[in-house]
């Protein structure tokens, strides 16, 4: 007996071709459509990982024809240095592109898309088959899933991941500003799709190395073993970013670190890093070991923050030689402003494989360099046989960004008669150590993983949830005090706050 499509490994669904099908974008003319859905719809149909009958519909409030629209897109897409393979490519894949301008909250206009969809099936042969991209403000999301319900674009059949036709809806970050409006968003999508139609991405989770974190894990019988309290000492998760807000600051003042890099990404990672086998790689048991991590995370306490989390915000400083300005300085942000643009925290998961382990999180802008990594630090050897050395600890680091890669720290002989020990590091990066032809992007990855019905790399309600309940009380605690975040100077790692922070444990961050 063969298993539907959502119960096949990850790996078997990722290489088969996804049903013909309409990928619908709301916020079709801003940044990430421009930047990453495009190009990303534009490379997989180049590669012939979708079906030559998809079609892409952009819905927004500017005015633009079917063709204006192509070619804005085209070049968004190509840009001024593109080989003319990728003229003749775009060429090709342009007639699959429309354009539908309405106001969101527009009834007119979702009729007017629903017209077009029905055309896109008669035409292009997409079969019903709808994906519905939210890559609008937040605030449009509810105005958006309510309006696809009422004007008929959404089949709700008894089992959407399998049945056809089907529909789907991706929703972007950020998924809510605190633990109650989460519940509110999960509660006005479920009333117009199914939990299985609802793919809440986080392209973090698209990442090679990310996804090898499970691979490296339970593919190997030598970590393992000793994956677990009696040999690792603490565990670090850092997401520094060299760039300030970036004209962000609209966006980033009602949001902060908290709610842009932490709720998400690095909560995501440290599920990844602590998770318990699963049955079978599966969506539904990856997820469920998920939630299982985020459910034993110790909660906060008010006097806890106080002592375990740290709040930041950049000043002036230098990058590269360059001044650049501290986040009261830059435009759009209030000049008494408390909204913190670092974070550290430490945490403990109160479970029987990590009991004990610190957990550090670390992420800021402005920082010295871009870098996203973990570091498992393992603990020292008992007994210190060696004069010169001996005592360094083993550290694995999982480099996510820039350069994805994997690393063992030991200590080793040095050459010569004395007995003089060095650390030494063995590893690998991705780009040497594998034929990337086929390689493909975050993005790429998971939009294709939504055309072929596999949510394994996308967040559960019951994930986000409690995700915001780790950080409510640190949320709430912060926002009705009176401190003031932590100075540091743009170019460096945050403030000695958090440095303070890891050393009262005799640790020190890495890298730093």
């Known amino acids: 007996m063969s298993r539907p499509a959502s119960a096949l490994p990850h790996g078997a669904r990722a290489r088969r071709t996804p049903d013909p099908c309409a990928v619908v974008i709301f916020g079709v003319t801003g940044d990430l459509a421009h930047r990453m859905l495009m190009p990303s719809l534009f490379r997989l149909a180049r590669l012939g990982r979708i079906a030559p009958s998809c079609a892409v519909v952009g819905f927004a409030r500017r005015q633009k024809t079917d ?9 968004a897409v190509l840009g001024p240095r593109a080989s003319e393979a990728d003229r003749v490519a775009w060429q090709a894949f342009a007639p699959a592109l429309s354009y539908v301008q309405a106001e969101f909250e527009d009834a007119n206009g979702y009729e007017r898309l629903k017209a077009e969809l029905e055309r896109l099936d008669r035409e292009r ?3 019903s088959n709808r994906v519905y991209y939210l890559a609008t403000a937040p605030d449009y999301y509810g105005t958006i899933v309510e309006a696809l319900a009422r004007h008929g674009l959404v089949t709700r059949p008894p089992d959407a991941a399998s049945t056809r036709p089907w529909s789907r809806i991706i929703v972007e970050k950020p998924f809510g500003r605190d633990l109650a409006s989460a519940r509110q968003l999960n509660q006005t999508l479920l009333q117009a799709f199914d939990e299985n139609q609802i793919y809440r991405i986080d392209h973090y989770l698209g990442k090679e190395t990310v996804q090898n974190i499970l691979v490296f894990r339970f593919a190997n019988g030598i970590f393992e073993p000793i994956w677990n309290q009696h040999y690792i000492d603490h565990v670090q998760i850092t997401v520094a970013e060299a760039v300030g807000v970036e004209g962000r600051a609209g966006f980033y003042e009602t949001a902060g670190v908290m709610r842009d890099i932490i709720q998400n990404h690095m909560l995501q990672l440290l599920a990844l890093v602590a998770m318990e086998a699963p049955v079978v790689f599966e969506a539904d048991e990856v997820r469920e070991e998920k939630v299982k991590v985020l459910r034993s995370v ?8 106080d002592r375990n989390v740290v709040f930041g915000q950049y000043t002036a400083g230098d990058f590269g030689g360059v001044p650049v300005p501290g986040y009261l300085q830059e435009p759009r942000v209030s000049p008494n402003s408390r909204t913190p643009t670092f974070v550290a925290m430490r945490v403990f998961l109160d479970n029987w494989r990590w009991a004990g382990v610190p957990f550090y999180l670390r992420s800021g802008k402005r920082m010295a360099r871009r870098v996203t990594e973990i570091d498992v630090e393992f603990k020292r050897a008992p ?8 005592r360094e600890p083993n550290l694995l680091t999982l480099n996510i960004q820039p350069d994805e890669g994997i690393s063992l720290k030991f200590v080793a002989k040095a050459p010569g008669s004395p007995m003089t020990l060095k650390p030494v590091e063995m590893g690998f990066e991705y780009e040497k150590a594998f034929d990337h032809a086929e390689e493909m992007s975050a993005y790429e990855r998971l939009l294709l993983d939504c055309m072929a019905g596999d949510p394994t790399l996308f967040t559960r309600r019951d994930e986000v949830e409690e995700a915001w309940e780790i950080l409510h009380v640190p949320l709430t605690h912060w926002e009705t005090s009176n401190a003031s975040p932590y100075p540091y100077k743009a170019g460096s790692w945050g403030p000695d706050a958090a440095r303070a922070l890891i050393e009262r444990g005799g640790r020190r961050w890495r890298p730093s």
């Open 67 to 75: 063709e204006s629209f192509r070619d804005e897109m085209g070049q």
């Open 125 to 127: 042969g997409t079969e």
């Open 298 to 305: 110790r909660r906060y306490t008010p006097e806890d923050v």
């Open 383 to 390: 007994l210190r046989l060696f004069r010169d050395g001996g």
